[in-house]
């Protein structure tokens, strides 16, 4: 069990931001918020943008109960490090090392065939929390320290669940931009409500965080969710085409249809506001 104290998990480690050199363009992104608020198809059309605009990115699947890999695109379109006699790494593999290394994390990057400056790290098919050593804080704080060195753009997918998934939760507290995700629903509101609480510090709120209302429809209630939330700084619209991307396994497609011109326009925005391109 997590302990919600002073220098618990929820407690920023300050020690490397020092090193951070805040003038260059990119960093961490953690993409969080409410369940099935759309995370992670937020996270995945960050990743191929800014793949598309030649920038090397990394996209972390934090799932460990539904991996996410196999639902974005298919494993035919996959690699794995060339050297690697595995057909694909895992994020497990990672996280179970005593201590996780530069050489450990590349060694479990997976590569998409088509777009050359994408990689993705993620659990695969049928795995889950057990199928691994458990791990703790100290490796995902040095995942996340690796993956700076790896790689200029890193986005973090995370799973809402932060008091149960420790990679997750290290992730809000250590990245330099965070999306907090909602639906216009009470649900999402009354999460939000319960979960803040264990996030809240000083430190914390130091990290740049920008509040997205997500899959929002015509009928739904937004000055109500801005009333309830304070303000929102990016309204991600439902988009059809998005919908069946989805449905389809096939996240990292093209959007091409007039229905998914909103939606692109606000991921233009919001990858414009974070990292600066
Ligand atoms: N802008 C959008 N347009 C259409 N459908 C959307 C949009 N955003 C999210 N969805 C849909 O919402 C559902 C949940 O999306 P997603 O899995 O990305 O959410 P999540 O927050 O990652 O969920 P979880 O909490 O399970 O990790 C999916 O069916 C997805 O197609
Ligand atoms: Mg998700």
């Given at each position: 069990m997590l302990q919600f104290k002073k220098d618990s998990i929820f407690t920023r480690n300050n020690k490397d931001k020092s090193k951070v050199d805040e003038s260059l363009p990119g960093g961490v992104l953690a993409v969080w918020g409410s369940p099935s608020s759309g995370k992670t198809t937020v996270a995945v059309k960050l990743a191929k943008y800014l793949a598309e605009h030649k920038k090397n990115v990394i996209l972390v699947l934090c799932d460990?109960?539904?991996?996410?890999?196999?639902?974005?695109?298919?494993?035919?379109?996959?690699?794995?490090?060339?050297?690697?006699?595995?057909?694909?790494?895992?994020?497990?593999?990672?996280?179970?090392?005593?201590?996780?290394?530069?050489?450990i994390v590349k060694n479990n990057i997976i590569t998409h065939k088509k777009m050359a400056y994408l990689t993705m790290i993620g659990m695969l098919k049928g795995e889950n929390e057990y199928t691994y050593a458990s791990y703790s804080r100290v490796?995902?704080?040095?995942?996340?320290?690796?993956?700076?060195?790896?790689?200029?753009y890193v986005i973090i997918d995370c799973s809402s669940y932060i008091a149960n998934d420790i990679l997750s939760a290290v992730s809000i507290m250590e990245c330099d931009s965070l999306l907090?995700?909602?639906?216009?629903?009470?649900?999402?509101?009354?999460?939000?409500?319960?979960?803040?609480?264990?996030?809240?510090?000083?430190?914390?709120?130091?990290?740049?965080?920008?509040?997205?209302?997500?899959?929002?429809?015509?009928?739904?209630?937004?000055?109500?969710?801005?009333?309830?939330?304070?303000?929102?700084?990016?309204?991600?619209?439902?988009?059809?085409?998005?919908?069946?991307?989805?449905?389809?396994?096939?996240?990292?497609?093209?959007?091409?249809?007039?229905?998914?011109?909103?939606?692109?326009?606000?991921?233009?925005?919001i990858a414009e506001e974070v990292f600066g391109c």
């Open positions: 460990m109960t539904a991996p996410m890999l196999p639902c974005i695109c298919s494993s035919s379109s996959l690699e794995c490090q060339k050297d690697s006699n595995r057909p694909f790494g895992s994020l497990g593999s990672i996280l179970s090392a005593t201590h996780v290394t530069d050489q490796q995902a704080e040095e995942f996340i320290a690796s993956l700076r060195k790896i790689a200029p907090r995700l909602s639906n216009c629903d009470l649900k999402s509101i009354s999460y939000l409500s319960s979960q803040l609480k264990l996030l809240y510090s000083d430190q914390w709120n130091s990290s740049k965080q920008y509040k997205v209302l997500s899959n929002v429809k015509p009928n739904h209630g937004v000055e109500h969710m801005a009333g309830a939330l304070g303000s929102i700084d990016f309204r991600l619209p439902y988009s059809e085409e998005v919908e069946e991307q989805y449905l389809a396994g096939n996240l990292l497609a093209d959007m091409n249809l007039k229905n998914s011109k909103e939606f692109r326009k606000e991921i233009e925005k």
